[in-house]
């Protein structure tokens, strides 16, 4: 049975960090994109950052550009999310999400919600002002 299972949320205050891990278990995705996505109160779950087969083949939301860093550590079938100059607005629960199909090692990560197929439970973050 395939699991993935977020860690790492919490309370912060405006500008702090927290970091973010997602352990996956059942199968590995070492050569599978996996993302970062968010939902707030009543709104759509979105898009935040995604990594695929190569490390160095990343994507993020413009709103997290320059504050959140994705990574994934093969050996530990675990992706991470830095985030860093946190905001109010970034408060949401946080989902690990994985791409069941390889797209190849050049493949661009996808942003879409439907390109996943396994998801995590979610991990709340509050950002207080």
């Known amino acids: 049975q395939v699991q993935l299972v977020e860690s790492g949320g919490g309370l912060v205050q405006a500008g702090g960090s927290l970091r973010l891990s997602c352990a996956a278990s059942g199968r590995t995705f070492s050569s599978n994109a996996m993302g970062w996505f968010r939902q707030a109160p009543g709104k759509e779950r979105e898009f935040v950052a995604a990594v695929a087969w190569s490390v160095d083949n990343t994507a993020y939301a413009d709103s997290v550009k320059g504050r959140f860093t994705i990574s994934r550590d093969h050996a530990k079938n675990t992706v991470y999310l830095q985030m860093m100059s946190l905001r109010p607005e970034d408060t949401a629960v946080y989902y690990c999400?994985?791409?069941?199909?390889?797209?190849?090692?050049?493949?661009?990560?996808?942003?879409?919600?439907?390109?996943?197929?396994?998801w995590g439970q979610g991990t709340q973050v509050t950002v207080s002002s």
């Open positions: 999400a994985a791409d069941g199909v390889s797209r190849g090692w050049y493949s661009r990560p996808s942003v879409a919600v439907s390109a996943y197929d396994y």
